[in-house]
């Protein structure tokens, strides 16, 4: 496979992490060069032009910003992207101070970093705006006999010249870039347009029906794009070959150019880093057990131990070992006392070491339940305040899929720097830290007097009827014990999030089943929306003209009037024509389907409706249709700053 003309230096003297990012960089063929101290680094950067500089703040012999300092100073001007474990606003301006064009916070996931990487390389020219690698050998993109050339902006079937508007080949150029991919139509407007000046996305199924008709008008005789309904479009897989990349030579660089992360699932990467640390964790332990058996424990060795099995009583649930955190959390209470340790106790000891280590041999339990769909709109932010950090890593890698922004602080006085800043959605909070003598229950306290309304999640491994009674006492919203697999732990955030306001926004419920009526208003009413039940479509005019709905959901089955029909009787008067409309249906065969997008539907719910599905396709249709929102609401539709 050929490489890619660009090529990274990668400064990271930390060997797991590099090696993960090695991986990665080449999973996405881009050329790269290692070195694992600043001063190599900047010895390499001296020899050899590379397209971008990845750099560890943190790297031995010569530091990550002392490096790019020294760069700039001898007019280097390529992108240098800085990795950091701090992001305090100290810590950013020396970044920037330094020279830095981005920086990117430990931990991160990998999609974002190349979507960082991506964005720098665009600005410095090294790739053209779609990702792909800017060569005299890939500037054109193809379709069986549809050529898209990226140098000229032209479009041809059989050499003949199909005009296309700027809009209709931004469109085309990015199916055939992501040849496998399914775009919803909000995903293209986000893609094409952004989200401020975007227009509704019924324009989308015009772009798509006008770049049909004029491929067909220029001679294309099979179908380019694939409807694929109640998701999307994509580009249809040429029928002459669906595999063949020999057939199909533009679309093959695409596939070749385009994002991914390594081929392991997240929690498989994520474990083969932290498998080493949790062999290093076990084998304090196994000191702790020898010296046991010899007789001859110390107390620093002990405590040692204690914080170890702590921290894995935490971590292992998490990373699909469930077995070993139980493991973990009966060594740690052993550990626990100060008293001399009985024979019976030695020998149990020696036993839960033994154990942990043959668990950690084995293939790790993964959860295959999906993420709770209805929080994702709204991007809460969390902070996180635990020192264990495979634990913190695992949870702000997963965040992202649960529409979480969170933030990680791993002592109390990092907490109190972020609190100081901004006041998070929600707060996950541990009562132990190995570094300090300060207990988590001091923060409690804190937050109580200062920001009484703060949702607190108390996560720890203490257990006690008095931890309990005083995490009550002050008032947190949960106590959640180690350990937990992490979606236990992102399904009691979701609990205790706060209701957002949606701006007023109302919605319009028309169905003739007076049941379905309360269900579906009892499902949105929680969220703050004004909710109006119409059981006689035959008023429907009237109430439209007289709630003024922010969006409509409308049964498809009714008597006398259909849904389809009220459907059309909206999109042809100009006042309502945009106004989003969901149909619920049980039929989702594609001539159903067909049916009520032709009739002018956004979307569709199936029945039985599902209240988190529903929740998220309302909410974010008026989002999209209504993408600015009076000031002063706690919550609103719009995204909210970061913590």
Partial sequence: MKKSPIKILLVEDDGGLSATLAKVLEANHYGFDRANDGQAGLDL??????????????????????????????????????????????????????????????????????????????????????????????NTLTWGDICLDLESGRVTFCEQIISLTATEYNLLELLLRNPDRIFSRNAILDRLWGFDDAPTDRAIITHIKDVRKKLRAGGLTEEIIETV?????????????TSSSSNNPGIERTQKHQSRGLDKSENDKLLERFRGGFNQQIAVLERAKTALLAGNLKTELQQAAKHEAHKLAGSLGSFGYPEGSKLARSAEHLLINDRSFTADEI????????????????????????????????????????????????????????????????????????LALSIPDVMLLDLSFAETEEDGLTLLRELTERSPTLPIIVFTGRDSLADRLAVSRLGAKQFLHKPATTEQIFRAIARVLPSPKTSEAKVLIVDDDPVMLVKLSALLTPWGIEVTNLKE?????????????????????????????????????????????????????????QQAFAAGADDFITKPVLGPELVTRVLSRIRRSRPLVKPGNTYSLSQKDEV
Wanted: charged share 20%.
């Fill in 229 to 241: 309904y109640g998701m999307g479009y994509r580009l249809k897989p040429y029928p002459q070959s």
């Fill in 347 to 418: 020998t149990r000891f020696s036993e839960l070491v033994t154990g942990l280590q043959q668990e950690l041999a084995k293939t790790p339990i993964t959860s295959t339940a999906a993420p709770v769909s209805t929080i994702s709109i709204f991007n809460y932010r969390v902070l996180v305040v635990d020192d264990d950090a495979a634990l913190t890593e695992r949870l702000k890698v997963e965040s992202e899929a649960w529409g979480l922004r969170m933030k990680i602080a791993p002592n109390i006085t990092d907490a109190r720097s972020h």
């Fill in 537 to 593: 479509p035959q008023q429907f005019w009237e109430v439209l003209i007289s709630t003024e709905p922010d969006l409509i959901v409308l049964d498809i089955e009714m008597p006398i009037v259909s849904g389809l029909e009220l459907c059309q009787v909206v999109r042809q008067d100009i006042q309502w024509e945009n106004l989003p409309i969901l149909v619920v249906t049980a039929h989702t065969d594609p001539e159903s389907l």
């Fill in 45 to 138: 950067a001296a020899a050899i032009e590379y397209d971008l500089i990845l750099l560890d703040v943190q790297v031995p012999k010569l530091d990550g910003i002392s490096l790019c300092r020294q760069l700039r100073s001898q007019g280097y001007c390529k992108p240098i992207l800085l990795m950091t474990a701090k992001d305090s606003d100290a810590e950013v301006v020396a970044l920037f101070d330094a020279g830095a064009d981005d920086y990117i916070t430990k931990p991160f996931a990998t999609e974002v970093l190349l979507a960082r990487i991506r964005t720098l390389l665009r600005r410095s020219k090294a790739l053209s705006p779609g990702g792909s690698t800017q060569n005299s050998a890939a």
